[in-house]
């Protein structure tokens, strides 16, 4: 799986921010995706998972209610809809995919980079 993210930019605290990653190869579609960031000085962290079917969404507990994963199966493409950023928020931004039937994360994207400034 070969996987494109997209949206980043410098936003305002208090803004919203859609990014997409747009997944392609084989296996697409028996792949879970998901959205890790990594903060500068900081380890990468989960954000949240999603499966290409069903109405599976995993979220981190502090991302819970202000960001919402989604997907669009026609174009291979997932989102992550960012509400009510701040300055913590500041990270690249990765997605990811994994088999379903494995824990490991094997295909990553090349990350884009959100910038919250307040």
């Known amino acids: 799986v070969q996987l494109q993210a997209s949206g980043g930019g410098s936003v305002q605290a208090g803004d919203s921010l859609r990014l997409s990653c747009k997944a392609s190869g084989r296996a697409v579609t028996a792949s879970v995706m998901g959205w890790f960031r990594q903060a500068p000085g900081k380890e990468r962290e989960f954000v949240a998972s999603i499966y290409w079917a069903g109405d599976s969404a995993y979220y981190a507990e502090s991302m819970k209610g202000r960001f919402t994963i989604s997907r669009d199966n026609a174009k291979n493409t997932i989102y992550l809809q960012m509400n009510s950023v701040n300055a913590e928020d500041t990270a690249i931004y990765l997605c990811?995919?994994?088999?379903?039937?494995?824990?490991?994360?094997?295909?990553w994207g090349q990350g884009t980079l959100v910038t919250v400034s307040s």
């Open positions: 990811a995919a994994r088999l379903r039937s494995s824990s490991e994360w094997t295909a």
